[in-house]
C-alpha cells in the first residue's frame, strides 16, 4: 500500500506479535509473583522458627535471651521485631509493652524507625510512626505531633494512631486544636481524644470558650471524655442558636448524665421544633430517676418521630419503676406505640 | 457489484471491530495501573492498625446486617451462624423471610430458637406486609423478620433497612459465606471518611472450597469448568474494573452480595426499587445521582480484598438464567439513568464509568455476535481472508488471556488464593480457553437478554442452590 498508512498485513502482524508478548509478560509476572511470595514466605517462616522462641524468653526477661538477640544479623532484626509490635496493637498491657521495649531496643530496632521517620517513601514513614506508638516512646511524642502536618494522608492517620498509643498529655493539647482539623481522619480524632478520657476535658472547655464556631465538635468530644464538670457549659450549649450544637449538647448530657438543670433544660427541649434536639434531649434524661415528671414527658413522646420515640423509650426503660408505669400503660395499644412500648418492656432483662 | 457492495461493508465493518478493540484495549491497559496503584496502597496500609481503629472509639456504630432469604432452607442455617461469629461488635443480624415456601422460617426456629416479639419500627420503605417478628433466645443479636413474599430480593431488603436499628447496614445474599473480619475491614472507610455511603467488597467463588460452620476453611479451583470460568470473571469484574473505578471515587456497583450502606442515605433515595432488575447497581447508581446531583460530597469505597464468598451457578440452565437477568438489569439501569451520561456534574461516573459500561458491556455482546455472523456471511460469499481471520481470532484469544492473567497477578497480589503450580496451569489454561466456546457464548446470552429486555419485564429466573457442605 501506498501512502504513510502500513498495510493491513504488517498491522495483523505488529498486533499478533504483541499480544504474543503481552501475554507471555503477564503469566511472566504471576510466575514470578508467586515465586517471590513463596521465598519472602519461606524466609519469614524461616526467621519465626528460628528466633521466635528466643524473642519470647526474652519478653520474660530473660537477659542471656536478650544478649543472643543483639547478635543475630541485622538482616534479620525486623522481620523477627514484627510479630512482637503488632501484638501490641491488641495487648495493651504495660509490662508487655515495657518487655517488648527492651527487646526491640535489643535488636536495635529504634535507629531504624528514627531512619525511616525521614524515608521519603510515606508507608515507611508511617511505619515508623506506628511502632514508635506502640512501644510508647513519649520522647517521639514531637515527631508523632509534627507528622499530624505530613502531606499524606496515610502518615497523618499513622500520626495519630501512634499519639492514640502514647497516650503523652504532651500531645493532648496539639490533638485537641486539631479536633475539627478535616486533613484527619473524623474518627481517629475522636480516638485519639478517647484514649486520654477526662484528662482532655479542661482543654476542651477552655478552646471552646474561644472558639464558638465549632461548639457542635467540642460537645461531640465531651460526649466521649466530659465528666459532671462539663454540665454547665453544656447547659448554656442547649440555649445555643444552632439546633445541631443544641442536639450535640444534649447528646454529650445523655452521655455525662443530666443534673436537676439539664433534666429541666432537656424536659423542655422535648417540645422543640426541631427533631433531632427532640430526640437528644430523650436520649439526655437516660437514666434520669430523680423526678417522675420526665417519665411524663417523655411517655408523651412515644408516638413522636421514630427517632424521638425510639430514644424516649430507651430512656424510659432506664428509669425504673417510673419508666416502667409509663411503657406499661401503652403496652395493650394496638398501634406502633403499643408495639415499641411492649419491644421496650421485652428488652428488659436483656437490658439489664 | 454485489461482491463490490459487500467487499466495501466487509472492510468498513472490519474497520469499526478493529476500532472498537483497540479502543477496548486502550481502556485495559490504562485501567491496570491505576488498579494496581489503588492495590498496592491497600496492601502497605498496615491492616491491623487500621481494624484496630474500630476498637479504640467509645461507640463504634451498629452495623446491622441483613440476610434477605427466600426458600434457602439448604443454606440459611450455616450463613447465620457464621454471621453471628463475624468479630465486629456491636452488630445485629437481621434474617428477612421473604415469605418462603420451603422450611426456612422452621429451620431457623428450630436451630436458633426463636420466640415471637412486637415487631415496632418505623417503615421509611414501602415494603410487603410484615407477618411477624422473631428474637432468638439463643443469641440476643438474631431477629428474624417473616414477611409476605413481595417478589423480590429488594422488597425483603427494604423490610430489613425498616427494621434495622444500625446507622450501618449490610446487606448480602443468603448464600453468602463473610470472611470472619470482613465486617470490622468494610466499616473502615465510613470511620475514615465522613463522606463514605457505601463500601462493597470484592466477592470470590465459593465452588471447590471447603466450607464447615459457614467458614471456608479451604480454598481450591472447583471441578467445573463452567465454575472455573466464572472465577476468572469475577477476578476480572472485581479487581480490574471495580478496583479502577474505586480509585477515582467512580463505583457505580455495590454487588448484592456484599454491600455495607449509611442507612440513612439508603432511606433518602428511597431504598432499593422493587421493580429493578439489577437492584443493586440501580441503587449505587441513585446514590452517586442523589448526592453529586445535589453537590454534595459522596465517596463509594471498595476493599479488594475478599469480603465475601458466594455460589457460582454450576449447570448452564442456571448460568443462563442468570445472565439474562444481569443483561437485561443492566441495559435498565443504563436506561434509567441516561441522564447521568457525559454530563460533568456527575463528576467521574459521568464522564468516565458510564460510558465506559454503555461502550463496552452495553454494546460489546451485540458487536461480537454480530462479527460472527458478519465473518460466516463473508465465509459462505467467498470473501474472507482466512490468514488474516486467523491472527485476529489469536489477537483476541491472547489479548483477552493477557487480561485475565493481569487479574490473577492482582488476585495474587491481594489474596494469595489458588496459589498451588497445578492452579497457575490451569488458571492459564482457563484464560486461554474462555475465548473458545464461553465467551461466545456469554455473548449470545447478551444479545438473548437485550431481546428479552427490549420485550419487557420477565421473571428472575431460577439458580440452583446447594448446601455448602456438598462441597
Known amino acids: ?352 | 457489484m454485489l461482491t463490490a457492495s459487500a467487499t466495501s461493508a466487509l472492510v468498513a465493518f472490519s474497520v469499526t471491530v478493529i476500532v472498537y478493540f483497540a479502543l477496548w484495549s486502550a481502556t485495559q491497559i490504562a485501567m491496570s495501573p491505576i488498579a494496581l496503584l489503588f492495590l498496592g496502597r491497600h496492601r502497605v496500609r498496615h491492616r491491623r492498625h487500621v481494624r484496630a481503629l474500630a476498637a479504640h472509639l467509645v461507640s463504634p456504630p451498629l452495623v446491622s446486617v441483613i440476610v434477605p432469604s427466600y426458600n434457602e432452607a439448604l443454606t440459611i442455617v450455616g450463613s447465620v451462624r457464621a454471621l453471628l461469629a463475624l468479630d465486629y461488635t456491636p452488630r445485629e443480624v437481621i434474617v428477612v423471610n421473604d415469605g418462603s415456601s420451603d422450611d426456612t422460617l422452621a429451620v431457623l426456629q428450630e436451630a436458633f430458637h426463636l420466640v415471637s416479639a412486637a415487631a415496632a419500627f418505623a417503615q421509611p420503605l414501602k415494603t410487603a406486609a410484615v407477618r411477624g417478628m422473631y428474637r432468638s433466645t439463643s443469641d440476643p443479636a438474631l431477629i428474624v423478620l417473616d414477611k409476605e413474599n413481595g417478589g423480590s430480593k429488594s422488597d425483603a431488603v427494604n423490610a430489613g433497612f425498616n427494621a434495622a436499628a444500625g446507622t450501618l447496614v449490610l446487606s448480602i445474599d443468603a448464600d453468602t459465606l463473610l470472611e470472619p473480619d470482613a465486617l470490622s475491614r468494610a466499616v473502615i472507610p465510613f470511620l475514615e471518611d465522613a463522606s463514605t455511603v457505601a463500601v462493597g467488597g470484592n466477592i470470590a467463588i465459593s465452588n471447590g472450597c471447603s466450607v464447615e460452620k459457614g467458614r471456608i476453611t479451604s480454598v481450591a479451583l472447583p471441578r467445573s469448568w463452567l465454575a472455573r470460568f466464572q472465577i476468572i470473571e469475577y477476578m476480572r469484574a472485581f479487581l480490574l474494573f471495580r478496583l479502577a473505578c474505586a480509585a477515582g471515587n467512580g463505583v457505580v456497583l455495590i454487588s448484592g452480595a456484599f454491600g455495607l450502606f449509611r442507612r440513612e442515605a439508603v432511606i433518602a433515595v428511597g431504598g432499593y426499587d422493587r421493580a429493578a432488575i439489577g437492584e443493586d447497581m440501580d441503587l449505587t447508581m441513585r446514590l452517586q445521582r442523589h448526592f453529586r446531583g445535589r453537590r454534595e460530597p459522596i465517596r463509594i469505597a471498595f476493599d479488594p480484598y475478599p469480603l465475601g464468598w458466594t455460589q457460582a451457578p454450576e449447570d448452564w440452565r442456571s448460568l443462563r438464567s442468570q445472565r439474562y437477568r444481569w443483561r437485561r438489569g443492566l441495559l435498565q439501569v443504563l436506561w434509567r439513568h441516561r441522564e447521568v451520561l457525559g454530563r460533568p456534574r456527575f463528576g467521574v461516573v459521568g464522564l468516565a464509568v458510564i460510558p465506559y459500561i454503555l461502550v463496552f458491556e452495553g454494546l460489546g455482546p451485540l458487536l461480537e455476535i454480530t462479527g460472527y455472523c458478519v465473518t460466516a456471511g463473508a465465509a459462505l460469499l467467498g470473501l474472507l481472508n482466512w490468514q488474516m481471520l486467523g491472527i485476529v481470532t489469536a489477537v483476541s484469544v491472547l489479548f483477552g488471556a493477557a487480561v485475565t492473567m493481569l487479574s490473577v497477578l492482582m488476585s495474587d497480589v491481594a489474596t494469595h488464593r489458588y496459589m498451588g503450580g497445578r492452579d497457575l496451569v490451569l488458571l492459564i489454561a482457563i484464560a486461554l480457553l474462555e475465548s473458545c466456546g464461553y465467551r461466545q457464548l456469554n455473548a449470545w446470552w447478551g444479545c438473548v437478554g437485550t431481546a428479552q429486555a427490549l420485550r419487557g419485564p420477565a421473571t428472575w429466573g431460577v439458580i440452583k442452590r446447594r448446601a455448602f457442605e456438598e462441597q
Open chain 1, 1 to 352: 500500500m501506498a501512502g504513510p498508512w502500513p498495510d493491513a498485513d504488517s498491522v495483523a502482524r505488529f498486533l499478533l506479535s504483541l499480544s504474543v508478548r503481552l501475554a507471555l509478560a503477564m503469566t511472566a509476572a504471576v510466575v514470578i509473583e508467586r515465586a517471590v511470595s513463596a521465598v519472602l514466605w519461606a524466609r519469614r517462616e524461616y526467621i519465626q522458627n528460628r528466633y521466635s522462641p528466643l524473642a519470647h524468653r526474652a519478653l520474660s526477661a530473660d537477659s542471656e535471651a536478650l544478649r543472643r538477640l543483639a547478635d543475630i544479623p541485622a538482616r534479620h532484626r525486623l522481620s523477627v521485631a514484627r510479630p512482637l509490635l503488632e501484638s501490641l496493637i491488641d495487648d495493651r498491657d504495660p509490662a508487655l509493652i515495657v518487655s517488648t521495649r527492651a527487646v526491640v531496643d535489643a535488636l536495635s530496632i529504634i535507629p531504624i524507625a528514627d531512619r525511616y521517620l525521614r524515608s521519603w517513601l510515606w508507608w515507611r514513614r508511617a511505619v515508623a510512626l506506628r511502632a514508635l506508638g506502640v512501644l510508647q516512646l513519649r520522647h517521639y511524642t514531637a515527631a508523632g505531633v509534627a507528622a499530624l502536618d505530613d502531606p499524606h494522608p496515610d502518615v497523618r492517620a499513622a500520626a495519630l494512631d501512634a499519639l492514640t498509643y502514647m497516650q503523652d498529655v504532651a500531645s493532648l493539647g496539639a490533638l485537641v486544636v486539631r479536633l475539627h482539623d478535616p486533613s484527619l481522619q473524623p474518627a481517629r480524632r475522636l480516638a485519639s481524644l478517647a484514649a486520654f478520657g477526662s484528662q482532655c476535658e479542661e482543654f476542651l472547655l477552655e478552646l471552646s470558650e474561644f472558639d464558638v464556631v465549632h461548639l457542635a465538635n467540642y460537645a461531640q468530644a465531651l460526649a466521649i471524655c466530659g465528666t459532671r464538670r462539663s454540665r454547665p457549659v453544656l447547659a448554656r450549649w442547649t440555649q445555643d442558636a444552632r439546633p445541631e450544637v443544641r442536639a450535640a449538647a444534649f447528646d454529650a448530657f445523655a452521655h455525662v448524665g443530666v443534673d436537676h438543670e439539664g433534666a429541666r433544660l432537656a424536659i423542655a427541649a422535648l417540645e422543640n421544633g426541631d427533631e433531632a434536639v427532640r430526640a437528644m434531649a430523650a436520649s439526655a434524661l437516660n437514666g434520669w430517676t430523680a423526678s417522675s415528671e420526665a417519665a411524663t414527658h417523655l411517655a408523651r413522646h412515644l408516638d413522636d418521630a421514630w427517632p424521638v420515640a425510639v430514644r424516649a423509650a430507651r430512656s424510659l426503660r432506664s428509669m425504673g419503676d417510673t419508666g416502667m408505669i409509663e411503657l406499661h400503660a401503652r403496652a395493650a395499644r394496638p398501634d406502633l406505640v403499643g408495639r415499641l412500648a411492649r419491644q421496650t418492656l421485652s428488652t428488659v432483662g436483656a437490658a439489664c
